[in-house]
T-cell receptor, first 114, second 111 residues
Framework: AQSVTQLGSHVSVSEGALVLLRCNYSSSVPPYLFWYVQYPNQGLQLLLKYTTGATLVKGINGFEAEFKKSETSFHLTKPSAHMSDAAEYFCAVSDYNAGNMLTFGGGTRLMVKP | EPEVTQTPSHQVTQMGQEVILRCVPISNHLYFYWYRQILGQKVEFLVSFYNNEISEKSEIFDDQFSVERPDGSNFTLKIRSTKLEDSAMYFC?????????FGPGTRLTVT
């Protein structure tokens, strides 16, 4: 079975500061990993994904994430936070042996202070 | 840009009633999914659908639930005899084998 752990259910940063949202996973097969963002009262928007190849992946809105197999991590970063980044962020792992089902972490709510 | 759409955005129903949640996936996608998110909890997988049949389902997806692709565009989730604990946001998603795009969700409230 796969699982995802997101450390920190709430993260607060100042505008312009580095954003670091942590994600660790467990998977019995090489993982496909995803970050989604959810703005209030909206659906889940795909930020970025890792399937194969380059371990540093870039996504929308200036976010990037690095797949580290040895650490079973896929942390999300952004060099400089913007007020519009305030949202809930979900890390997920896909099981392509089980209908591509996504297993999600518990989510991290990012707050950005002016 | 193509997107997944869901109707209705909010459904209120009485316990024991049947509801049908509707989704229009992105047109060239082959894989379809339903997830739910109970308020304050994780997003949970319900079912995946490919080639006109269920490819995987979770233990949540029991006989109370069913899915259907009645025509070339719609993908529906039927919940029979709703219970209070079925109250949640239900998300439809569609995609290829290695990415999924989510709709805005249907908030189901069972009273």
């Amino acid at each position: 079975a796969q699982s995802v752990t997101q450390l920190g259910s709430h993260v607060s940063v100042s505008e312009g500061a580095l954003v670091l949202l942590r994600c660790n996973y467990s998977s019995s097969v090489p993982p496909y990993l995803f970050w989604y963002v959810q703005y209030p009262n909206q659906g889940l928007q795909l930020l970025l994904k890792y399937t194969t190849g380059a371990t540093l992946v870039k996504g929308i809105n200036g976010f990037e994430a690095e797949f580290k197999k040895s650490e079973t991590s896929f942390h999300l970063t952004k060099p400089s936070a913007h007020m519009s980044d305030a949202a809930e962020y979900f890390c997920a792992v896909s099981d392509y042996n089980a209908g591509n089902m996504l297993t999600f972490g518990g989510g991290t709510r990012l707050m950005v202070k002016p | 840009e193509p997107e997944v759409t869901q109707t209705p955005s909010h459904q209120v129903t009485q316990m024991g009633q049947e509801v049908i949640l509707r989704c229009v996936p992105i047109s060239n996608h082959l894989y379809f999914y339903w997830y739910r998110q109970i308020l304050g909890q994780k997003v949970e997988f319900l079912v995946s659908f490919y080639n006109n049949e269920i490819s995987e389902k979770s233990e949540i997806f029991d006989d109370q639930f069913s899915v259907e692709r009645p025509d070339g565009s719609n993908f529906t989730l039927k919940i029979r005899s709703t219970k209070l604990e079925d109250s949640a946001m239900y998300f439809c998603a569609s995609g290829g084998a290695n990415e999924q795009y989510f709709g805005p969700g249907t908030r189901l409230t069972v009273t």
